[in-house]
């Protein structure tokens, strides 16, 4: 079946480093992919997405490519913020399907 | 502003209370969804509606009944609830697309049970 396989956590930076969270997925056909945020004590916010291979998915600083020949879909930000420490999920839709599969999160803490 | 409120935000109950959580989109949205997050596990889908009726149901216990109304109303009926079942539960919705489809969720409910 569909997985999505995340980078273990905690991850733990200083403020402006570079930041990159790895996913990889198994999936049949042409899954699009998602990177979702979870806040303190919030539910999950859509970060980006892409629908197809070689699709940049972009927001807040956030960018990830759609690397199909890798099965993969790795989270980068170039200079990272306290205000981005969240837990962050990687996710996947397969063509038809109306459930998404997420990997176990990241939880990441960005320290002054 | 997500456009889906869950409502309580917070429940504590015993296990032999009924309750029932809640969950409104202003989205315009045709399918819902509720998912169960527990620490350390990773988020797992509990049902699908789409169009109001039930399309995935995923070997969940009887003691969590949902319901869906309508296209903007969910809820999820709990009766006779275990520890183990303490956890964040949270409400999606999207277009409903046989395409990639965006799922937009709540903020969900944290459920204590004694």
């Known amino acids: 079946g569909d997985s999505v396989t995340q980078m273990e956590g905690p991850v733990t930076l200083s403020e402006e480093a570079f930041l990159t969270i790895n996913c990889t997925y198994t999936?049949?056909?042409?899954?699009?992919l998602f990177w979702y945020v979870q806040y303190p004590g919030e539910g999950l916010q859509l970060l980006l997405k892409a629908t197809k291979a070689d699709d940049k998915g972009s927001n807040k600083g956030f960018e990830a490519t759609y690397r199909k020949e890798t099965t993969s879909f790795h989270l980068e930000k170039g200079s990272v913020q306290v205000s981005d420490s969240a837990v962050y999920f990687c996710a996947l839709s397969s063509q038809g399907a109306q459930k998404l599969v997420f990997g176990q999160g990241t939880r990441l803490t960005i320290n002054p | 502003e997500t456009g889906v409120t869950q409502t309580p935000r917070h429940l504590v109950m015993g296990m032999t209370n009924k309750k029932s959580l809640k969950c409104e989109q202003h989205?315009?949205?045709?399918?819902m969804y509720w998912y169960k997050q527990s620490a350390k596990k990773p988020l797992e889908l509990m049902f699908v509606y789409s169009l109001e009726e039930r399309v995935e149901n995923n070997s969940v216990p009887s003691r969590f009944s949902p319901e869906c109304p309508n296209s903007s109303h969910l809820f999820l009926h709990l009766h006779t609830l275990q520890p183990e079942d303490s956890a964040l539960y949270l409400c999606?919705?999207?277009?409903?697309?046989?395409?990639?489809?965006?799922?937009?969720f709540g903020p969900g409910t944290r459920l204590t049970v004694l």
């Open positions: 999606a919705s999207s277009q409903g697309n046989q395409g990639p489809d965006t799922q937009y």
């Open positions: 999936a049949t056909g042409y899954p699009s």
């Open positions: 989205l315009g949205h045709n399918a």
